[in-house]
């Protein structure tokens, strides 16, 4: 019932040795950039000029429980922005959203690409609105009325592990001296395997130039100035008064991670591709933390409206008693909702536009919980043109050094549909000039007994590409030509023409390692590392499915064989065998590109034709087809060699 932390991380830190391992095929590291930090909102920075900020009360608290809605600190508690909020980096955090410490400034981009990883500069900062320390109408403070500051603080997690001469810092601002002064430290280090822990931080204010009405603090890092690189999380800072030493219980009750999706299978896909049957995930499942000592009486519950705010009808979950909602100390999260494993009712109709949404709220409660904030959990459900396993994050990038190396993902469709393009996200800073000037095709295969088999469209050659004016987007590569696709499972990815890592960005936070297989010249292999790759196929052309396939019907009638075929084919067909029929091979568009007049089971040349799928249509009035079709019989054949 409970996640097992210690496992986890235990496991995380093995795969990553071994893919930084020279002897490794597939491989991660650190990305470069931040594809989740766009254009900065103009009302998110403040001016620093403390005059011009009115000052905040105690209690200060922030725990970033907003990280599902913006990358940036919340302008009510802070004046800068350089620290990344997320709910994907963390592991075991204490409640949903950590501040995230690295090398990249607040557009996602190093603060320096040049300097060497050795260098270890000043990166981010994070510093509070002035905080009124002075007196309220009530009260003066002084010194004994025992006020800190705390925090928890954890290095690496999902990302890049400190070295000694990184750091975290918290610094203090004198007001009347108009200078910071620094009050705790910690240099970097390379947590064990079984460190996942969030380390509890205490700091007295008792010097009497802090109380002042213009008192701020600030966190700051050293790191690697070159990328998302020595990370450290922050998390659940809050000044109060009256604070005890041993004061260690939190009467919170929190998310403190996404969300399992309400589909089996993806993340995103096209709603036209939905099928309740195979696409719905059979229940679902939310992480949630109990930081009080004693287990709590809970109510939970969750409701869904579409993309005009409509309320969709849902499941009703209920109460957690006998015994409750578990203390997290020797407990772990919660994850109770994945008791209920069927959904009662379906949250998507049937029938809906091709690109659209669901918004799903999650709402816990509990007596005597003194933190809301933290008690609501959005997620969006989205349904686009496209296929993802990701959750549009990336905490690593993945690749394969290995000239001719080919990368894949497996994809089913439900129902007939087209190829146009796929959405690659390369991460672009690190050996960017080398990388843009790589090639890679992209590429689809037919499945095979255990993953990728035949080919069938390897497309002309393409180049990393960056959106103009951004790095942070997800650049789109069309086909030469649209690619027909009946009912089935694809594999769809790239093959590299460059032995260059072309780094693409892989999400830690869904793990679909079953949906990727990659090949380095020794045929294919099923990824070994947790995640999800950050290829997603772009599906819809406008023109329609061929008229009058119905492979159900048609698929014991007219076989053709091999299929997929090299240089020659034979095909058998019902009725008189004996008498000639008119073969017609047809492209996805429609044209035709061989003809002729043949008997059943003659081999034919197809030598001449170039790999791609194609359709077949057998006329001639012997044919023993199902009344209404007599005479026409569109069958599928791909050639690939």
Not at 95 to 112: Q, R
Not at 154 to 159: F, I, P, T, V
């Given at each position: 019932?409970?996640?097992?932390?210690?496992?986890?991380?235990?496991?995380?830190?093995?795969?990553?040795?071994?893919?930084?391992?020279?002897?490794?095929?597939?491989?991660?590291?650190?990305?470069?950039?931040?594809?989740?930090?766009?254009?900065?909102?103009?009302?998110?920075?403040?001016?620093?000029k403390?005059?011009?900020?009115?000052?905040?009360?105690?209690?200060?608290?922030?725990?970033?429980?907003?990280?599902?809605?913006?990358?940036?600190p919340?302008?009510?508690?802070?004046?800068?922005?350089?620290?990344?909020?997320?709910?994907?980096?963390?592991?075991?955090?204490i409640?949903?959203?950590?501040?995230?410490?690295?090398?990249?400034?607040?557009?996602?981009?190093?603060?320096?690409i040049?300097?060497?990883?050795?260098y270890?500069?000043?990166?981010?900062?994070?510093?509070?609105?002035?905080?009124?320390?002075?007196?309220?109408?009530?009260h003066?403070?002084?010194?004994?009325?025992?006020?800190?500051?705390?925090?928890?603080y954890?290095?690496?997690?999902?990302?890049d592990?400190?070295?000694?001469?990184?750091?975290?810092?918290?610094?203090?601002?004198?007001?009347?001296?108009?200078?910071?002064?620094?009050?705790?430290?910690?240099?970097?280090?390379?947590?064990?395997?079984?460190?996942?822990?969030?380390?509890?931080?205490?700091?007295?204010?008792?010097?009497?130039?802090?109380?002042?009405?213009?008192?701020?603090?600030?966190?700051?890092?050293?790191a690697?100035?070159?990328?998302?690189?020595?990370?450290?999380?922050?998390?659940?800072?809050?000044?109060?008064?009256?604070?005890?030493?041993?004061?260690?219980?939190?009467?919170?009750?929190?998310?403190?991670?996404?969300?399992?999706?309400?589909?089996?299978?993806?993340?995103?896909?096209?709603?036209?591709?939905?099928?309740?049957?195979?696409e719905?995930?059979?229940?679902?499942?939310?992480?949630?933390?109990?930081?009080?000592?004693?287990?709590?009486?809970?109510?939970?519950?969750?409701?869904?409206?579409d993309?005009?705010?409509?309320?969709v009808?849902?499941?009703?979950?209920?109460?957690?008693?006998?015994p409750?909602?578990?203390p997290?100390?020797?407990?772990?999260?919660?994850?109770?909702?994945?008791?209920?494993?069927?959904?009662?009712?379906?949250?998507?109709p049937?029938?809906?536009?091709?690109?659209?949404?669901?918004?799903?709220?999650?709402?816990?409660?509990?007596?005597?919980d003194?933190?809301?904030?933290?008690?609501?959990?959005?997620?969006?459900?989205?349904?686009?043109?496209?296929?993802?396993?990701?959750?549009?994050?990336?905490?690593?990038?993945?690749?394969?050094?290995?000239?001719?190396?080919?990368?894949?993902?497996?994809?089913?469709?439900?129902?007939?549909?087209?190829l146009?393009?796929?959405?690659?996200?390369?991460?672009?800073?690190?050996?960017?000039?080398?990388?843009?000037?790589?090639?890679?095709r992209?590429m689809?295969?037919?499945?095979?007994?255990?993953?990728?088999?035949?080919?069938i469209?390897?497309d002309?050659?393409?180049?990393p590409?960056?959106?103009?004016?951004?790095?942070?987007?997800?650049?789109?590569?069309?086909?030469?030509?649209?690619?027909?696709?009946?009912?089935?499972?694809?594999?769809?990815?790239?093959?590299?023409?460059?032995?260059?890592?072309l780094?693409?960005?892989?999400?830690?936070?869904?793990?679909?390692?079953?949906?990727?297989?990659?090949?380095?010249?020794?045929?294919?292999?099923?990824?070994?590392?947790?995640g999800?790759?950050?290829?997603?196929?772009v599906?819809?052309?406008?023109?329609?499915?061929?008229?009058?396939?119905?492979?159900?019907?048609?698929?014991?009638?007219?076989?053709?064989?091999?299929?997929?075929?090299?240089?020659?084919?034979?095909?058998?067909?019902?009725?008189?065998?004996?008498?000639?029929?008119t073969?017609?091979?047809?492209?996805?568009?429609?044209q035709?590109?061989?003809?002729?007049?043949?008997?059943?089971?003659?081999?034919?040349?197809?030598?001449?034709?170039?790999?791609?799928?194609?359709?077949?249509?057998?006329?001639?009035?012997?044919?023993?087809l199902?009344s209404?079709?007599?005479?026409?019989?569109?069958?599928?054949?791909?050639?690939?060699?």
């Open positions: 019932m409970y996640f097992n932390l210690f496992i986890k991380r235990s496991v995380v830190i093995l795969l990553n040795v071994i893919s930084f391992s020279l002897f490794a095929q597939e491989q991660l590291k650190p990305l470069n950039g931040n594809i989740n930090l766009p254009i900065i909102p103009n009302n998110t920075l403040l001016s620093k403390t005059t011009s900020v009115t000052p905040i009360d105690l209690p200060f608290f922030d725990d970033f429980s907003y990280a599902d809605k913006t990358p940036y919340s302008t009510n508690n802070w004046l800068d922005s350089n620290a990344y909020i997320n709910t994907g980096f963390a592991i075991a955090p409640t949903l959203g950590v501040a995230t410490f690295d090398g990249l400034n607040k557009k996602g981009y190093p603060y320096s040049n300097v060497p990883v050795s270890s500069g000043v990166a981010d900062t994070l510093t509070s609105r002035p905080i009124n320390l002075k007196a309220t109408t009530t003066t403070y002084v010194a004994a009325d025992s006020i800190f500051l705390s925090f928890y954890q290095a690496e997690g999902k990302g592990s400190p070295e000694p001469n990184d750091s975290l810092s918290v610094d203090f601002w004198k007001p009347n001296q108009n200078k910071w002064k620094k009050v705790w430290g910690v240099k970097g280090y390379n947590p064990s395997a079984t460190d996942t822990t969030f380390y509890r931080v205490r700091i007295a204010i008792t010097d009497t130039s802090y109380l002042d009405s213009l008192f701020k603090f600030r966190f700051r890092n050293t690697t100035l070159s990328g998302s690189l020595d990370h450290w999380h922050v998390d659940y800072v809050q000044i109060k008064q009256n604070y005890l030493y041993a004061d260690t219980v939190l009467d919170d009750i929190a998310f403190v991670y996404k969300p399992s999706s309400f589909l089996k299978n993806y993340s995103v896909m096209p709603y036209r591709q939905y099928n309740r049957t195979l719905m995930a059979p229940g679902f499942r939310n992480f949630m933390r109990n930081n009080f000592n004693v287990a709590k009486f809970s109510v939970y519950n969750y409701t869904i409206k993309e005009f705010g409509v309320t009808p849902s499941d009703i979950y209920g109460t957690f008693n006998n409750g909602f578990l997290f100390l020797n407990n772990g999260y919660y994850t109770g909702i994945a008791a209920t494993p069927v959904f009662t009712l379906q949250p998507f049937v029938t809906f536009s091709d690109s659209t949404f669901f918004t799903i709220q999650h709402v816990i409660s509990s007596s005597g003194t933190k809301n904030v933290n008690d609501t959990l959005t997620h969006v459900q989205k349904f686009g043109t496209y296929y993802a396993y990701d959750d549009g994050t990336a905490e690593q990038a993945y690749y394969l050094n290995t000239y001719g190396a080919k990368t894949a993902m497996r994809f089913t469709l439900n129902v007939f549909d087209t146009k393009s796929v959405r690659i996200y390369f991460d672009p800073i690190t050996d960017g000039t080398a990388i843009q000037a790589s090639s890679f992209l689809v295969w037919a499945a095979g007994s255990n993953g990728p088999g035949n080919v469209l390897k002309s050659l393409v180049y590409t960056y959106v103009s004016g951004s790095y942070n987007l997800m650049p789109t590569y069309n086909l030469t030509s649209c690619l027909p696709l009946g009912v089935g499972t694809y594999y769809i990815g790239i093959q590299q023409t460059t032995n260059k890592a780094n693409i960005g892989f999400d830690r936070n869904t793990n679909h390692m079953d949906a990727l297989y990659y090949d380095i010249g020794n045929g294919w292999v099923q990824s070994a590392i947790p999800s790759l950050m290829i997603n196929p599906m819809g052309c406008t023109y329609p499915e061929p008229v009058g396939i119905n492979e159900n019907q048609k698929a014991d009638l007219i076989k053709i064989f091999p299929n997929p075929a090299q240089d020659k084919i034979t095909i058998s067909y019902p009725g008189n065998q004996l008498e000639n029929v073969i017609e091979i047809l492209s996805a568009l429609g035709v590109v061989y003809s002729s007049s043949i008997i059943s089971n003659e081999q034919i040349d197809i030598s001449n034709i170039a790999n791609g799928l194609y359709f077949i249509h057998l006329k001639g009035n012997n044919l023993n199902p209404g079709q007599a005479g026409v019989s569109p069958k599928k054949l791909i050639i690939s060699r």
